[in-house]
């Protein structure tokens, strides 16, 4: 006798916590996510419908196989997983499960999902992220990327949180979390920030945007003070002999 699992109907998508490292085409055109266990090697974007990540032709989640997308029920077990080593420039992602889903005790295996919200932790000096910048790694076609605040920038590749918002589509909330979980008045609860795309650019995207430009023109000034120094080194060298 074949054993079913019992079968849910809900009145709205289930709603699951997970962790990704965000990515950013290599064109510079299209930014999603990649995984940090099972399918870590196939970026998804806001809106994905997961494959068998063995090469299997069945439909995830498939019950003998451990192909699909996974999340957890509770906020805190996901935000627990960005204390690893290999996971802290990863993000933190809230998710709608989609499609068919085995729930487990801690959390599902599902078919397809959408990204509702993309929370960005601190850069890794500790101040309060501005930008997500190239983390030096990544796959074919794809930069990783992770949060980095604008003393750190040092001219790397980087996109602001409503650049990534409005590169990832579909409605995604990019959010930013304050240093010590303190924020300003336009923090929300945790002190968190939400900067979104949907409805052009308002005064958090405004002061993430000058924070990035900031930190890349004090850039471009100290690179043009060291060659003036490295100019007039050499000209009075000449001199001399």
Known sequence: MRLRLPAERPTEP?????????????DGTRAGFTGVSLGGALPYGVVADASCVYGLRHR?????????????????????LLCADDHRTAVLLEVSVLGAYIRFERGFRYARQRVRVVTVGPCACGARASALVDAGWGLVGWRALAPCCGGCLRGRTSLSPAGFARLAGDGVRVCVRAV??????????GGVTAVGAADGMGVPELVAEAALLQARLDWFQAQLARLRERGS?????????
Do not use: M, W
């Open 180 to 189: 010590g979980g303190g924020g300003g008045a336009s923090a929300g609860p």
């Open 14 to 26: 289930p709603t699951g916590y997970k962790i990704a490292h965000p990515v950013l085409s290599q």
């Open 60 to 80: 995830p989640p498939h019950r003998r196989c451990d192909c699909g997308f996974h999340c957890v029920h509770d906020r805190a077990a996901a935000e627990a």
């Open 233 to 241: 080194g050499s000209a009075s060298g000449e001199r001399n002999s």
